[in-house]
T-cell receptor, first 113, second 114 residues
Framework: DADVTQTPRNRITKTGKRIMLECSQT?????MYWYRQDPGLGLRLIYY???????NKGEISDGYSVSRQAQAKFSLSLESAIPNQTALYFC????????????FGEGSWLTVV | AQSVAQPEDQVNVAEGNPLTVKCTYS??????LFWYVQYPNRGLQFLLK??????LVKGSYGFEAEFNKSQTSFHLKKPSALVSDSALYFCAVRDMGSARQLTFGSGTQLTVLP
């Protein structure tokens, strides 16, 4: 079983719909992240959380929200999806410490039509 | 501020030849540097990182990278490329003295030709 699990792996949704991407981890890490990958742009940080009561905006948080339901669960929501939110979304985790390695899930392909 | 540049979108190399994937960075202080690899339809996998100490870092699958502070570079290398090394490679940096999280480069597509 994967250490970082994302659901759904693929989703097509319509413009204006609300969509939630879920992430769970079994690594026991405190820190969790949501990234977005677009061709030619690399990965950009959407939100991150250092513990259950901590939520921080990343580079591109507009149009997104998150919820840290438990140490092991971190969900990303698009309240009203738009086509330019079509992308590959990654959840990731890391232990404490600035130099600690970030571990990624398998990704969730989201297409907004 | 922190940033990272991967100047080559695409690198082609013949199987058995040495490979280099370039990365340069910019930070205000000292850097933490990482390399990740992404195979098709998969997540990013950690290859190696530089935190402190020896400038030559050895990682998974025979890859290594050399931290060069004067040139602000952290190029990824492998002495003998395999077809199975074909993938998308990402360099990432974090400034040790910053609250900012990891910044990723735009990625380099490596193709190893049989």
């Amino acid at each position: 079983d994967a250490d970082v699990t994302q659901t759904p792996r693929n989703r097509i949704t319509k413009t204006g719909k609300r969509i939630m991407l879920e992430c769970s981890q079994t690594k026991g890490h405190d820190r969790m992240y949501w990234y977005r990958q677009d061709p030619g742009l690399g990965l950009r940080l959407i939100y991150y959380s250092f513990d259950v009561k901590d939520i921080n905006k990343g580079e591109i948080s507009d149009g997104y929200s998150v919820s840290r339901q438990a140490q092991a669960k971190f969900s990303l929501s698009l309240e009203s999806a738009i086509p330019n939110q079509t992308a590959l979304y990654f959840c990731a985790t890391s232990d404490q410490g600035a130099g600690n390695t970030i571990y990624f899930g398998e990704g969730s392909w989201l297409t907004v039509v | 501020a922190q940033s990272v540049a991967q100047p080559e979108d695409q690198v082609n190399v013949a199987e058995g030849n040495p490979l280099t994937v370039k990365c340069t960075y910019s930070v205000s202080g000292n850097p933490y540097l990482f390399w990740y690899v992404q195979y098709p339809n998969r997540g990013l996998q950690f290859l190696l990182k530089y935190i402190t100490g020896d400038n030559l870092v050895k990682g998974s699958y025979g890859f290594e990278a050399e931290f060069n502070k004067s040139q602000t570079s952290f190029h990824l290398k492998k002495p003998s490329a395999l077809v199975s090394d074909s993938a998308l490679y990402f360099c990432a940096v974090r400034d040790m003295g910053s609250a900012r999280q990891l910044t990723f480069g735009s990625g380099t597509q490596l193709t190893v030709l049989p």
